[in-house]
């Protein structure tokens, strides 16, 4: 870029000290304003178009050894962690560390995870400890009621001479449809019941004994009908006596199925138990049930078990299947002709009057009592199958989901018990958790099974109610 300039050359030229503008006065004489007011070309040349040299791309000596260097941080890290995890004795890694184990081993399929990223004797110690801390169930066991005479049968015949019954005594009215309904289902919120029904007046179009609502779908939303515990209720099916609720809490969601009809219920065997299991559905289907759940553990290496080798003992309808546990801990959860479950240790003997059972562990309320607590008192947090029976001989199947981030992780068993007691539950026992913890009703699942690529795994046998003869 050049530029040429055109001064005024003055003669004889005194800078005017009066002047508002400046000059300078130079040693040839040539005289410049500040601002080149007397600039008279300006002239700009372009530039040439030179070829860009090409930059040299300078060598970054170590690169690779930087590379190794993060990389090698980043396992030393990792290992400092685990090291932490697996061997510190500092409370809060070992509760970390019992938490973890226990939920690898609360389950049947898990125990690998366990032995997989801890030592082994680790995993044992932990397996020792709460083996001896399970006999502090050992010996819990229902009492049952002493036999007593069965009451003379009287024919409903009006010729009866039995002086103990007045065949002319009036007989009682039958009872309003509506207070049989309330009386049935006395966990509802009777307000919010009779808003859902003006909501939605069809419920009634086949009256009072044979309302239908089915809103229990895992893409459902549910009812604005709520129980007087706070709960949501799902369903309510009164031809079968069947109400289910929304459980959740911190962490967990669930469905709690409650069956007034304690005779609708059964263990159920899979057509190929002893070589291969099937899916809840299939067994619900197959034996024309309504609802339907997990019961016994299976023989599952790795993860990989098909479901037909049972783990312990069950009985489904009356006939029995695999081998008693002998392991202290493990509870025996008996159906008997009338209609009542007790719960016993596994290696007691069977009575004469056991139509169905299964075997895990561990009880969580027996007659009446909390069986859980301090030794179960840890954060387990799985899916969580369980059953029961209440004070008034409803039984109660509960399902917890878990392993689902966003949705539910799960939950103890401690909690499951509590959620029992408030449905008045009088003997419940934990059954097998994990994957194979779902629930199958009206034709589809209500719960997410912890897989979610699956709705069910493969299973030895399942609790059927409904539909039963």
Known sequence: MKVVFAIKEQENYTPDLFSQEPVFESS?????????????????????????????????????????????????????????????????????????????????????LADYFLPRYIVAERERMKDSLGLQQYGQNSTRPEPTQPPAVIRDDPTNTNPEVDPTAPTEPEQDPMEAFYELYWELNRTSFENYIDDHPEVLDNGWENIYINEAGLND?????????????????????????????????????????????????SEGIGSYGQKVGTIVDNSGGVLGMSANGFYDPNGGGNGGIIAGFAI???????YHYTRYGYKRIELTQDNRMYIIDSNQPVASDVTDACEFEPGLIIDGEFAVGGWYDWNANNPRACLGQSEYGEVLMLMIEGRQIGRSIGTDVETCAYILKRHKAYNAMNLDGGASAVMYYHGEYVTQCSNTNIDSRYLPNAWVYGNYE
């Not at 685990?82 to 938490?99: G, K, Q, T």
């Not at 009809?261 to 263990?267: E, K, N, S, T």
């Open 28 to 112: 040839d004489g040539l005289v410049l304003d500040e601002f080149l007011s007397d600039i008279d070309t300006y002239e700009q040349e372009p530039e040439e178009d030179l070829p860009k040299a090409k930059k040299k791309k300078t060598p970054r000596p170590y690169r690779g050894m930087r590379i190794a260097a993060i990389l090698l941080s980043i396992v030393l890290f990792c290992e400092s962690i685990y090291c932490v995890f697996a061997f510190s004795d500092i409370p809060f890694c070992v509760d970390l560390r019992n938490m973890y184990i226990d939920t690898a081993l609360d389950t049947m399929q898990s125990r690998w």
């Open 221 to 269: 939303s549910g009812t604005s009908i709520y129980t007087s515990m706070g709960e949501q209720v799902l369903a309510i099916d009164v031809p079968n006596k069947l109400l289910l609720v929304r459980v959740q809490g911190s962490g967990y969601l669930g469905v709690l199925a409650i069956g007034k009809d304690p005779a609708q219920l059964r263990c159920e065997a």
């Open 316 to 322: 489904c309808e009356g006939k029995e299947y695999g």
